[in-house]
């Protein structure tokens, strides 16, 4: 039976030690950054945000530790990158019930929300019920979850959703792995989407028009990006995202990125925190 609750990637996090930093780092590549917030304290994060039509792109810090904030801080441990992608939920509690009913213990739901400085003055609250996928589901190395906006509004505020770079959307998100068609076939089973093999790994959709999750094995991956983009890239788990620019000029000039292949330019992963950044025509 599909999952009913389950709509598509809503949002990539990428989580870093430096959350300050890491905005000033994105901002010079060409994305335009939200305003810093901070979650609810039993989360015990800060956040920056990059804003796309349907989806977008999160730097998360830990600033205080809570038992809720743990998976993240062991992740640092290792490195900084992306940590976890989340879907669109139009009910958490309706989605971890179906995670239930196939077996699955889900964390959450979990309601959390945080302050946001609005573009007119004073001061709203985006408010979140999230739940996520038992921590050893986590296909290639990276963890899923599902968020559930219940006030897209203040997430979504136009005045921060143009981009130097020109970025329209989360085109992919790429997954180094030793065994492509068996995390991809992994990803496919907990989010009931189809895994196909492509000329060069294995692909499942999100959902909808959202973004596609890509897996790829070392030589693949070699041969996709140049050593200079790969530089300061993990060896396994997510690694690169792809953003569809509706100007690839625009996004060569804005984000000093490398030109290679056919219409891709790329910001090497050294320079945004340990993920390749590649831009492709919208």
Request: with cysteine; net charge negative; proline share 6%.
């Amino acid at each position: 039976m599909p999952l009913k609750h389950i709509l598509g990637a809503d949002h990539v996090v990428v989580t870093v030690r430096d959350l300050d930093a890491a905005a000033k780092a994105w901002a010079a590549i060409g994305f335009t950054m939200s305003p810093r917030g901070t979650h609810s304290p039993h989360l015990g994060t800060g956040n920056y945000t990059t804003m796309f039509g349907e989806d977008y792109l999160e730097l998360l810090g830990v600033l205080t530790e809570t038992d809720q904030n743990k998976p993240t801080r062991d992740f640092l441990a290792k490195r900084e990158g992306i940590e976890r992608t989340a879907f669109t939920t139009d009910d958490a509690a309706g989605g971890a019930a179906e995670l239930k009913a196939r077996g699955l213990e889900p964390l959450g739901p979990v309601h959390f929300g945080r302050p946001v400085d609005l573009p007119g003055g004073g001061t709203g609250e985006a408010k979140f019920n999230v739940f996520r996928w038992p921590l050893d589901q986590n296909p290639g190395g990276m963890r899923i979850f599902a968020c559930q906006h219940l006030t897209r509004d203040t997430v979504w505020i136009p005045e921060i959703m143009t981009h130097a770079n020109g970025a329209k959307r989360i085109a992919r998100i790429e997954i180094l792995t030793a065994d492509p068609k068996a995390a991809a076939e992994k990803m496919a089973g907990l989010i009931d989407e189809p895994a196909t093999e492509t000329p060069d790994g294995w692909r499942v959709p999100s959902g909808g028009k959202r973004a596609d999750f890509r897996f790829y094995d070392a030589e693949t991956f070699s041969a996709l990006y140049p050593a200079a983009v790969r530089e300061g890239a993990a060896s396994e788990g997510a690694v690169a995202l792809v953003i569809a620019t509706d100007d690839l000029a625009k996004a060569a000039k804005a984000s000093g990125g490398i030109a290679h292949g056919e219409e891709t330019v790329s910001v090497p992963a050294a320079r945004v925190n340990g993920v390749i950044v590649s831009f492709v025509p919208h």
